[in-house]
């Protein structure tokens, strides 16, 4: 089973797995891994269209490069109206209603992992941290949608290079 899919289990389960009172530690790393989940699931998809299979070592190494920031800002634009120049040059038809969702929650799921990972004043409760699994696995299924699309192939390779794509 793939990473992003593991990672989204173990939020779910991180979330649940207390009867009564749960532990703060369990609902910041469900947070954080519902974020890390779609992170990893984007990462995923992206090597897998622009990296070749061989030599063997290469796409793990070209995983390491995208940056938290960078794929943040890339997912704001992709939620903006109009779509930024850069980017819509090569989508004149705009972003399908999906793959905004899928941007839309990868921002918000990486603002709430800041919280949880740096916070010591956040105190997420169950439903809160429920909220965030349930926002992961929407994008989960958002994405299944679009992602054979064209549309879904330039956010990919601009979750990669849009910091450095010029108009």
Known sequence: MPLADD???QARML???DTGIPLQANLRRAISSAYYALFHLLIAEAVDLIVPKKPVGLASKVARTFAHGEMDRVCNDFTKSPLPEKFAAILPQGVPAELQKVAIYFSQLQDA???ADYDTAFNPTRDEALIRVASAESA??????IQRTEEATVFLTALAFGARWSK
């Open 7 to 9: 990672l989204l289990i």
């Open 15 to 17: 979330a649940t797995v």
């Open 113 to 115: 992992r800041h919280l």
């Open 140 to 145: 989960f299924s958002a994405w299944r949608t």
